[in-house]
């Protein structure tokens, strides 16, 4: 039986290190669903698996939303903060700055936890990555990039280092993909990195509707790359779809990928307790 996790913001404070401030107020809907599906997976797998958090976009630990004060824990001290913490945790970061305010962060306040923090470009540190990942765990890996600038193949690499690995991705198709779309539909474009395939364009140029939605039909090729990789089907309706909340204009999917059933009952509980009420305060 998983304990309910009450349902709050988890809060930092300014340390003087780096804060990124410029975060539209829907991060903290996308820092729910982590929280709550961190939570639920790491403390529904406890004392039955050896559990592994692996963020391999894991930005600075802390940042602010936009023209407020408040400071809020990013997804790496979110997955250190539940109430059963994983058994290890690697945490990767590009930004040198992000990644030294990461550590000092990590150093200073969660030092009994088990982190491996790894600096760069977590594709050019995928062995690293492997190899701190124990091969009879289960691993919940956050793919949480600013576009859709990445390669599906690492993805498949990090998903036979342990005996699972769950991917939860953001997808940040309305974001970029859209924007773009004339850039992706020429060849070799960051697409067919993101689907590891080219011949998305010609189901795209040959849909039936041409009023279809070009990120919703990005987000299921996606899915159906990840089936290709053995994962189950991931439908459209189980992913949340993320907007902004002065104009509802669409951001990004949040969507989880697993091969194993029991994660879904997790996420769909997650879908029905992180209903983005915050609209209704703003
Ligand atoms: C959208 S932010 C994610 C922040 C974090 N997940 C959070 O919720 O607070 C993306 C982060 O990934 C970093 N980044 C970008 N490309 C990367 C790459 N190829 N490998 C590792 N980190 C990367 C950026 O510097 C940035 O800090």
């Known amino acids: 039986m998983i304990l309910p996790m009450e349902n709050k913001t988890l809060w930092g404070e300014d340390d003087g290190l780096l804060?990124?401030?410029?975060?539209?107020?829907?991060?903290?809907?996308?820092?729910?669903?982590?929280?709550?599906?961190?939570?639920?997976?790491s403390s529904g797998m406890k004392n039955i698996w050896t559990r592994v958090y692996v963020d391999l976009y894991a930005?600075?630990?802390?940042?602010?939303?936009?023209?407020?004060?408040?400071?809020?824990?990013?997804?790496?001290?979110?997955?250190?903060?539940?109430?059963a913490p994983f058994d290890h945790y690697i945490f990767c970061e590009n930004d040198p700055e992000r990644f030294l305010a990461l550590k000092a962060r990590v150093d200073k306040d969660y030092s009994t936890h088990d982190v491996r923090l790894v600096?760069?470009?977590?594709?050019?540190?995928?062995?690293?990555?492997?190899?701190?990942?124990?091969?009879?765990?289960?691993?919940l890996c956050f793919v949480d990039p600013f576009d859709c600038d990445f390669d599906i193949n690492n993805l498949?690499?990090?998903?036979?280092?342990?005996?699972?690995?769950?991917?939860?991705?953001?997808?940040?198709?309305?974001?970029?993909?859209?924007?773009?779309?004339?850039?992706?539909?020429?060849?070799?474009?960051?697409?067919?990195?993101?689907?590891?395939?080219?011949?998305?364009?010609?189901?795209?140029?040959?849909?039936?509707?041409?009023?279809?939605?070009?990120?919703?039909?990005?987000?299921?090729?996606?899915?159906?790359?990840?089936?290709?990789m053995g994962y189950l089907k991931t439908p459209i309706h189980q992913m949340r779809k993320v907007k902004t909340y002065d104009k509802n204009v669409p951001l990004y999917y949040l969507a989880l990928f697993s091969k194993h059933q029991r994660a879904f009952k997790l996420w769909e509980q997650v879908l029905k307790y992180s209903t983005p009420q915050r609209n209704l305060f703003e």
């Not at 804060?19 to 997976?41: A, V």
């Not at 062995?127 to 009879?136: A, L, W």
């Not at 342990?162 to 960051?190: T, W």
């Not at 080219?198 to 039909?217: E, G, I, M, S, V």
């Open 59 to 83: 930005g600075s630990g802390l940042c602010r939303i936009k023209g407020r004060s408040q400071v809020l824990l990013g997804s790496p001290l979110i997955a250190l903060s539940v109430d």
């Open 119 to 139: 600096p760069g470009r977590f594709e050019d540190r995928i062995n690293e990555i492997c190899s701190g990942i124990p091969k009879n765990s289960l691993a």
């Open 19 to 41: 804060i990124p401030d410029d975060l539209g107020p829907w991060t903290e809907d996308k820092f729910d669903l982590i929280r709550l599906y961190c939570h639920l997976f």
């Open 156 to 228: 498949q690499t990090i998903s036979k280092a342990a005996k699972g690995v769950d991917f939860l991705c953001l997808l940040a198709l309305q974001m970029d993909a859209k924007r773009n779309i004339q850039h992706y539909l020429q060849p070799e474009s960051k697409i067919d990195r993101m689907l590891g395939n080219t011949t998305w364009r010609d189901r795209w140029n040959n849909r039936p509707n041409p009023n279809d939605d070009l990120a919703k039909f990005l987000a299921e090729e996606f899915a159906t790359s990840m089936e290709g």
